[in-house]
């Protein structure tokens, strides 16, 4: 926490010569094998919008990523932690959020991704989608739907029955509410601690905070997924289905779950076997 609250001194770096304007952080979490399992069509994908895009890696190992370009956008190695797991992730988030604020001020979207999402929507869109809710955050909300005396994940069974919250763990938030997120953990660290102290915190606390300032039920708040993600078909207990294969029903269910959810941006969790020219497709030339 010393780290964080001290990188508020740290220099800013300079955007003098870069035409002001809103922009969009996209904070990645990558582990493992320190890869973006479609590196280049992110690549590909960001360039004909770069102008208002801020790329972030927070990483567990630097010495562990090949990719020049994933080096080039590494958060400082004294915002990473090493401990940091699927279990424990909330630090991840808190360090991505603070030095994309220190970094450009003007940073206003903090979407946040791993190694295996992709985009689904063609960069215009993704820009007219910020253009109109650059000042909501879009994250799918429940309240818990699991018993939380038996799983104490987020420990819940400590908190009060309004904050017993699920959210989606990858999601778009406005500057507005990373603030409040990051207010939070400064000024609230007992009933912070306890939440992070608890396994998968990462999927309550936003929900959780935002309840606690009185924005999750207005109209800053849309309660829609950003992150396509297939959890009827588990590829492990805690893993959502890996879209592997391009057959006609994942195509299916893309092109479908898009048209429902017209905040439908990215898609998760995509494997290096996805066919690469399919992903363009639908990207590109699908409506």
């Not at 190992?61 to 994933?70: R, T």
């Not at 959210?167 to 409040?180: E, G, V």
């Not at 950003?226 to 588990?234: E, F, G, K, P, V």
């Not at 898009?258 to 439908?264: A, E, F, L, Q, S």
């Amino acid at each position: 926490m010393n780290e964080i609250q001290d990188s508020q001194s740290e220099k800013t770096i300079s955007k003098d010569n870069e035409q002001k304007c809103k922009k969009i952080a996209l904070c990645f979490i990558i582990s493992g094998k320190h890869i973006l399992n479609k590196e280049n069509l992110w690549i590909n994908w960001i360039e004909s919008i770069k102008n208002y895009i801020n790329v972030y890696f927070f990483y567990s190992n630097y010495s562990k990523i090949g990719s020049s370009w994933i080096k080039s956008h590494c958060i400082p190695k004294k915002f990473t932690i090493p401990s940091v797991t699927y279990l424990h992730m909330i630090p991840a988030y808190i360090n991505l959020i603070q030095f994309a604020i220190m970094h450009d001020p003007d940073n206003q979207w903090f979407c946040f991704l791993t190694d295996s999402c992709t985009p689904i929507i063609q960069p215009s869109k993704f820009l007219q989608l910020f253009e109109e809710n650059n000042n909501k955050t879009i994250m799918g909300w429940i309240p818990a739907e699991w018993n939380i005396y038996m799983h104490r994940r987020a420990n819940l069974h400590l908190l009060s029955k309004k904050y017993h919250l699920k959210n989606s763990p990858y999601f778009i938030l406005c500057k507005q509410h990373a603030s409040l997120f990051l207010r939070f953990v400064k000024t609230k660290p007992t009933i912070y601690n306890i939440i992070s102290g608890g396994i998968i915190a990462n999927e309550s606390l936003f929900a959780i905070i935002l309840k606690f300032y009185g924005q999750l039920e207005n109209d800053t708040v849309i309660n829609e997924t950003s992150t396509l993600t297939d959890w009827t078909r588990m590829s492990s207990s805690t893993s959502p289905y890996l879209f592997r294969v391009a057959n006609p029903y994942n195509i299916q269910l893309i092109l479908s779950e898009r048209k429902i959810n017209k905040y439908t941006t990215f898609l998760r969790k995509v494997s290096t076997d996805f066919s690469d020219d399919i992903l363009k497709n639908l990207i590109y030339c699908t409506d």
